[in-house]
């Protein structure tokens, strides 16, 4: 018989895999703050209950994709949290971004209850999450590893686990999105620039995705976003903006001075003080526009 799965955050990326799990057959116990997230997991055939410590008590294994390390925590180790009381033996994985350490204390936390735990942060977007094409970043021990990998099958589709440290794929999801702060950025300015000479953005594309200019960010920001001047995220500003902060305090950390990363946290937190923050992140472009004189 399969597991039964809770799904705790039906966000943008969340939904989409919960709705793949319950389209493989699985039963999907499912929580969200959102009324509206709740209404359309339901709407999928998901099972949608009242309390995060309702869908713990049902399930065997215990997703998670929440927006920041301070909602994780809360939802994992507050009095009806999922560490007090899921099921002896169950595998929780969290799919979130958050900051290593807490991948770390959850890991060692959930081990003193008798749980196990997985820390998977993912990499793909909404489109990666709606396809199950997702680059899913894993760390944690072996066998724990062994009894997910059915689950990160279905959702995902490039799985890499990393090692039996809990917090090795954050450390390298956060290194991507360090990658995605840059490209975002340089990718606005380029197209802002093209266009005040004169160079429409359609043609700056079809020249520069056959050159060295070219990347996944660029194709991603420019089609789904820039292009169709729709901003709703995706991945917003405001993550972005986070999961930069987590990178620059992992860099401290380690000693590493990121004279762009720097810029960059300042530069996401202008734009999302400006008014941007829950667009998605290629709103950059915007941003840069209104500052111009054109
Ligand atoms: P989102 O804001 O769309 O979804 C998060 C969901 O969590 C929301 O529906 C919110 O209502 C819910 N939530 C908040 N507090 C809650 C609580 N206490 N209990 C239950 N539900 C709660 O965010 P998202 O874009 O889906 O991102 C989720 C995580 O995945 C983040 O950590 C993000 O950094 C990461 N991520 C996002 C993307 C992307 O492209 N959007 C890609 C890779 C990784």
Redo the contacts with the bound molecule.
């Keep these: 018989m399969k597991d039964k799965l809770g799904f705790?955050?039906?966000?943008?990326?969340?939904?989409p895999m919960s709705i793949n799990l319950l389209r493989a057959g699985y039963e999907v116990y499912g929580?969200?703050?959102?009324a509206?997230?709740m209404e359309q997991f339901i709407a999928e055939g998901g099972n949608g209950l009242a309390t995060?410590q309702a869908v713990v008590k049902q399930s065997e294994v215990i997703m998670?994709?929440?927006?920041?390390?301070q909602?994780?925590e809360?939802?994992y180790t507050s009095e009806d949290g999922i560490l007090q009381h899921a099921k002896q033996g169950s595998l929780l994985i969290d799919?979130?971004?958050?900051n290593p350490e807490l991948n770390d204390s959850l890991h060692k936390k959930a081990q003193s209850l008798g749980l196990r735990y997985l820390g998977a942060?993912?990499?793909?977007?909404?489109i990666?999450?709606i396809n199950a094409t997702?680059t899913i970043m894993i760390g944690g021990e072996e066998k724990d590893y062994q009894s997910g990998v059915g689950i990160f099958e279905i959702v995902g589709k490039n799985i890499f686990h990393l090692g039996t440290s809990p917090s090795v794929g954050t450390r390298i999801?956060l290194l991507n999105?360090l990658m995605i702060g840059f490209y975002t950025q340089a990718v606005a300015e380029t197209i802002v620039l093209g266009e005040s000479m004169g160079v429409a953005a359609d043609t700056l594309y079809e020249v520069l995705s056959n050159s060295y200019g070219q990347s996944r960010i660029y194709e991603r920001n420019y089609l789904e976003y820039m292009k169709n001047e729709n901003y709703e995220?995706?991945?917003?500003t405001n993550?972005?903006l986070?999961?930069l902060r987590l990178a620059k305090n992992m860099a401290d950390e380690a000693g590493v001075p990121l004279l762009i990363g720097e810029q960059l946290v300042n530069l996401y937190n202008d734009i999302s003080a400006e008014g941007f923050g829950e667009n998605d992140m290629s709103a950059a472009y915007l941003s840069l526009k209104e500052k111009c004189m054109m």
């Design positions: 705790i955050g039906l966000g943008n990326m969340g939904l929580f969200d703050t959102n509206k997230a995060s998670t994709s929440l927006p920041t390390p909602v994780v809360h939802v799919f979130s971004t958050v942060p993912v990499s793909g977007g909404v990666g999450a997702l999801k999105n995220p995706g991945f917003s993550l972005l986070k999961d």
